[in-house]
């Protein structure tokens, strides 16, 4: 279980002092949750953050990765480190295939799994991408070098691309590459797992 801290007050910045005072954590270390409340009539607004940890967080990801390995009866090593906004976790396991499953969605599914244990154990959505073995990595690599090659072709011919589905971190990494091209631009269209990107041509 994760440690949740809660403070209570009529002052916001307050409690984010007494926040830091008791944790010693800086904020940007926490998580926090907000909500307020009508004190009465001429009382003001009440103020209550629940507080957690990235300590307690990153505890409790590395504890659902030891369980899984014994439940699962595999033999894993893992390492779990802070991106620009989210954590990776990059699993190595005696059977790895086996962790990836087809196409991936073996992994995609335990990196749903992990998403929904902090959500209900922490309350809010903690950003986490999961990869074995440098699958994710390997498969990125060769979409950027995909993107690349499309990226001259919408340049040379002008007519907009649309590309496959990918999941947020596939997308954002075409985002990415294509921002630093000029006279293109990228446009996420359709919902869940049609959610795709078109690659257009713009003037400048």
């Known amino acids: 279980m994760i440690n949740k ?3 209570e007050g009529k002052d916001r910045e307050d409690l984010l002092v007494k926040i830091k005072e008791e944790l010693q954590f800086p904020v ?36 659902y990765v030891k369980e899984f390995s014994h ?23 005696d059977n790895n295939p086996i962790l990836i499953g087809r196409e991936g969605k073996t992994l995609a599914y335990f990196q749903v799994l992990l998403r929904q244990a902090l959500l209900k154990n922490v309350g809010q959505m ?7 073995a440098g699958y994710k990595e390997q498969k990125v690599r060769n979409i950027e070098r995909q993107i690349e090659e499309i990226a001259k072709e919408v340049l040379s011919s002008k007519i907009d691309v649309s590309l496959d589905p990918m999941n947020s971190y596939e997308r954002r990494k075409v985002h990415t590459i294509i921002s630093t091209i000029d006279h293109l631009k990228t446009e996420s269209i359709g919902e869940g797992k049609e959610r795709h990107i078109v690659i257009r041509y713009v003037e400048k």
Request: aromatic share 12%; proline share 1%.
């Open 71 to 93: 439940l699962a009866n595999i033999k894993m090593d893992y390492k779990l480190t802070e991106e620009e906004d989210f954590f990776k976790l990059v699993l190595d396991s």
């Open 126 to 132: 903690i950003p986490i991408h999961v990869d074995i």
């Open 5 to 7: 801290r809660e403070y």
């Open 28 to 63: 940007d270390e926490l998580y926090i949750q907000e909500e307020t409340t009508q004190a009465g009539l001429f009382k003001g607004q009440r103020y209550k953050l629940t507080v957690v940890t990235k300590l307690d967080v990153r505890t409790f990801i590395e504890e």
